[in-house]
């Protein structure tokens, strides 16, 4: 199993700029996640999704979309970037239990 | 609005030595998780603690949950420099109807010196 795995590792945006952000697991998992982490803050979540067609708003939403048609993929996308969205971008999977979550190895997203 | 609380955020200490890391929560939670980070890399599980009174061991670390207190904590004994690392404790207020996800606190930077 390759696990969560997300792409780009790096990217640098423009003020203004759209990218999307990918993420898949292969674990079967309904649970899915995004959270940025930025210095001194720790990690803040940003959109959630407890099954294919299921999205939802968590703390620090703004500036963010979400889709989830499918188990294995939860991208996120930037429709018109910012420097505040300037972070460390994570995924993040587990089953329905959420015992236990897997976390990708991280985008960094700088927006000049 | 569940918050998390950890202190110190930063620890300087040597090797050999012991210390412990504080998470205090807000709200009534049914899990409190404490993860790991290297610098530039993502996150590692350490422990899951699930109730009451909940100890958890791996080699020099030990997780302990008080969740009449609110209050984990994350024993170091004799410390060694492969421990230097920042760590998150983090609380997912889970229910079984798959709502929200976790609130992490903002780290504890620890340095192991010589």
């Known amino acids: 199993n390759a696990g969560v795995t997300q792409t780009p590792k790096f990217q640098v945006l423009k003020t203004g700029q759209s990218m999307t952000l990918q993420c898949a697991q292969d674990?079967?998992?309904?649970?899915m996640s995004w959270y940025r982490q930025d210095p001194g803050m720790g990690l803040r979540l940003i959109h959630y999704?407890?099954?294919?067609?299921?999205?939802d708003q968590g703390e620090v939403p703004n500036g963010y979309n979400v889709s989830r048609s499918t188990t294995e993929d939860f991208p996120l996308r930037l429709l018109s970037a910012a420097p505040s969205q300037t972070s460390v971008y994570f995924c993040?999977?587990?089953?329905?239990?959420?015992?236990?979550?897997?976390f990708g190895p991280g985008t960094r997203l700088t927006v000049t | 609005e569940l918050k998390v609380e950890q202190n110190p955020l930063f620890l300087s200490m040597q090797e050999g030595k012991n210390y412990t890391i504080y998470c205090n929560y807000s709200?009534?939670?049914?899990?409190l998780y404490w993860y790991r980070q290297d610098p530039g890399k993502s996150l590692e599980s350490l422990f899951v603690l699930l109730s009451n009174g909940a100890v958890k061991q791996e080699g020099r670390l030990m997780a302990s949950l008080d969740t009449k207190a609110r209050l984990s904590t994350l024993h170091i004994t004799a410390a060694v420099h492969d421990l230097s690392a920042t760590y998150f404790c983090?609380?997912?207020?889970?229910?079984?109807?798959?709502?929200?996800?976790?609130?992490f606190g903002k780290g504890t930077h620890l340095i192991i010196q010589p």
């Open positions: 709200t009534t939670s049914d899990r």
């Open positions: 999704s407890v099954g294919a067609g299921i999205t």
């Open positions: 674990m079967n998992h309904e649970y």
């Open positions: 983090a609380v997912d207020t889970y229910s079984g109807g798959g709502a929200d996800g976790l609130t």
């Open positions: 993040a999977s587990s089953d329905r239990t959420r015992l236990e979550q897997y």
